[in-house]
């Protein structure tokens, strides 16, 4: 069977309005200023105190299309969120019934927590390239800010914030001149360490907060992520240091420092968003690459190494080539 190439050919995002920073979660939690960023390396965090899930991805779609020719429709509308308000409706039946209120394409939602986006290019990319699909629209969405508390669950609170990324998987570049190809896409799973990661009810309203393990993660997330991509790299040839940038989902500063360190690059080498918007969960790797393109000078430098790693313990690594 002859494989169709898949391109990336835009993204579009869309960050809370308001922004949380660091002497405002030091006053609640009582950890100093300093210590935060220190632990974290977010500065401050994206806030939609007034937006839900549905909302920020509507806002990240508005983006994406406006960056595309105009009349392009999908054939399937992909999404993930961990932050959803329902299952009956899903969220993409939600954001479906928003973007196209007379019909739209099939809509269903997907899983792979903070790996996400990873999970969605594969399944995309594998859609388009075996000709089931020519157009895929990828949306991550997260309102996390709603399922954290800095009194209960401070582990969290001084990380997450709120966001959406969305991203146009076709069989053509759509005539985008920083369209990407998707050379390669892997995903997997490692459920054994699936606890480090939960919801968990606040002790005095019942709602659901985010809880986890935050050195075991750093551990886990390090070492799998690494070993991942070198292994990634090495089937296709390519030496860690001639990727022409690795943009990863952006947990905290510490794993990205963690992950640069195992392979062998300059912590300079991965480009960041997590200082200001936080970890965005499953759009930050979209937030963050969107950001990336936009920042880079032409041509983009070489092969882009993507790589996520979330709740389950789910994992995404990817190269994706410049035209």
């Not at 922004?19 to 806030?47: C, K, M, Q, W």
């Not at 001149?177 to 990661?197: D, H, N, P, Q």
């Not at 969107?290 to 709740?311: D, F, H, K, M, Q």
Request: aromatic letters at 6%; one cysteine or more.
């Amino acid at each position: 069977m002859t494989l169709q190439p898949t391109y990336l050919a835009a993204l579009g995002r869309a960050s809370g309005p308001n922004i949380l920073g660091n002497e405002e979660l030091s006053s609640l939690t009582g950890i100093p200023t300093d210590a935060i960023f220190r632990l974290t390396g977010v500065a401050s965090r994206s806030y939609a105190p007034f937006e839900d899930e549905v909302d920020l991805a509507v806002r990240a779609v508005g983006d994406l299309f406006a960056r595309l020719p105009p009349n392009l429709h999908p054939d399937l509308l992909l999404l993930a969120s961990t932050t959803g308000q329902s299952l009956i409706p899903s969220t993409a039946m939600r954001l479906s019934a928003r973007l196209f209120p007379k019909g739209g394409p099939p809509s269903f939602d997907i899983g792979g927590s903070c790996a996400a986006f990873m999970t969605g290019l594969f399944t995309a990319r594998s859609l388009v390239a075996s000709g089931s699909a020519r157009r895929v629209l990828l949306v991550n969405t997260e309102r996390k800010t709603r399922h954290i508390c800095p009194v209960h669950t401070p582990e969290t609170a001084l990380l997450f914030g709120d966001g959406a990324s969305a991203a146009w998987v076709s069989d053509t570049p759509e005539g985008q001149s920083r369209a990407l190809l998707l050379r390669e896409v892997r995903i997997g799973a490692y459920g054994k360490e699936a606890s480090l990661i939960t919801y968990a009810p606040d002790p005095e309203t019942g709602r659901k907060l985010l809880r986890m393990d935050g050195q075991a993660l750093f551990r886990q997330a390090v070492r799998i992520m690494s070993v991942e991509i070198r292994r990634l790299l090495s089937d296709l040839g390519i030496a860690p240091e001639d990727a022409g940038a690795v943009i990863l989902h952006q947990a905290n500063g510490r794993i990205l420092d963690g992950i640069a360190k195992r392979l062998g690059l300059p912590a300079a080498r991965l480009h960041r968003t997590v200082a200001f918007y936080g970890n965005t969960s499953s759009a930050s790797l979209g937030i963050t690459l969107e950001n990336y393109l936009a920042t880079v000078s032409s041509p983009l430098p070489g092969p882009l190494v993507l790589g996520a790693i979330g709740g389950g313990i789910t994992w995404g690594v990817g190269v994706v080539d410049p035209l």
